[in-house]
């Protein structure tokens, strides 16, 4: 989809149009379920999270400044709801289903920031920049965490 096509679909989204939201939510899903899967490790909680990012997300979609703020506003989103499920995860309120892939398991292993940010580069091959903008991390933290993950990566 080209930058004109987007916006327009962009603008349908915003007055409503649940088809063109659809399409807009095609284009980032794939993104959003992995940096979810991995960083929180459990398929349930994983879709949970994007599901309720989607809804929010339709119904915030109209407030939205420019027509190109939506992937940005979806990733926003979704990293905050990680983070609250994590933090649940932490307190006891909900448990953590582990086991499944051998990524899976490498992800499963590094420490919840640095799985976060390794999630979003790999799985949904954001930038540091974008992964920043989405975390409210600095760009030297984002960079930092990835340099960590990855050379745990390479040591197994």
Do not use: W
């Not at 992995?34 to 929180?40: R, V």
Request: aromatic share 12%.
């Amino acid at each position: 989809m080209d930058k004109r096509e987007y916006k327009e679909i962009s603008a349908l989204a915003a007055n409503g149009d649940t088809k063109a939201f659809a399409h807009l939510y095609e284009t980032i899903y794939r993104e959003m379920y992995y940096t979810a899967f991995y960083t929180l490790a459990n398929d349930a909680d994983a879709v949970d999270v994007v599901m309720r990012t989607v809804k929010d997300g339709f119904s915030s979609v109209g407030k939205l400044r420019t027509e190109e703020a939506f992937r940005t506003f979806m990733m926003k989103s979704l990293c905050a709801r990680i983070k609250a499920r994590l933090k649940e995860y932490r307190s006891g309120g909900v448990s953590a289903e582990y086991g499944g892939s051998d990524i899976k398991r490498e992800f499963d292993r590094l420490p919840e920031g640095e799985r976060m940010v390794a999630a979003m580069y790999v799985a949904g091959r954001f930038i540091p920049s974008e992964i920043a903008a989405f975390t409210g991390m600095s760009a030297g933290a984002v960079k930092k965490r990835l340099k960590s993950a990855m050379e745990q990566f390479e040591l197994d």
